[in-house]
């Protein structure tokens, strides 16, 4: 099976990776995140996978795209849903407009890994996109794996973020403390 897997970040994509190998899969990892902002955000997270498949020996294609003027547009009017309406739906268009355009029989997604992902809708883009393009969405639930592989990304020295990445999840990741700033004031 030749698979496409939209990669978000590198430690994301320890677990899968790994699972995928011991399935007999070999995954090309596929970059695009005009999500994740600020650039020097971007920037790391980007050089860190290009470092880490070159390590592992995983092909990576980078499709390149900086987008914070249009994220911004299209998220503005409805930023509590903007993963479901914008940001899945975003990268894994493109994902899977690339997988179809060159011969992959399928497509998955490093996002699965993430307990904080909403789950269920990311299954349903992926599904939508998988109908739509004729391009086979191969679903595995990689959540059981998250600990594991965010141990290894540890232990490899991986660039370990601490927000969603876009702008809107970093300002989540203080809202605690932000409230309890004003709370003080």
Known sequence: MKLLMHTCCAPCSVYCIDSLRKEGIEP???????NIHPYIEYKTRRDCLKDYTKK???ELIIHEEYGL?????NVVDDIPNRCTNYCYKKRLTETVRYAAKNGYD???TTLL????QKHEEL???CEELSALS?????YRDFRVGFREGQTKARELGLYLQKYCGCI???EERYEKQILRDLQNT
């Open 168 to 170: 809107f999840s970093e």
């Open 28 to 34: 090309t990892c596929f970059w695009y995140n005009p």
């Open 106 to 108: 399928a497509f998955t």
């Open 113 to 116: 890994v993430s307990p904080y």
């Open 134 to 138: 004729g391009v086979k969405f191969l």
């Open 123 to 125: 299954i349903k883009v």
């Open 69 to 73: 003027d249009e994220f911004c547009k």
């Open 56 to 58: 592992v020996n995983v």
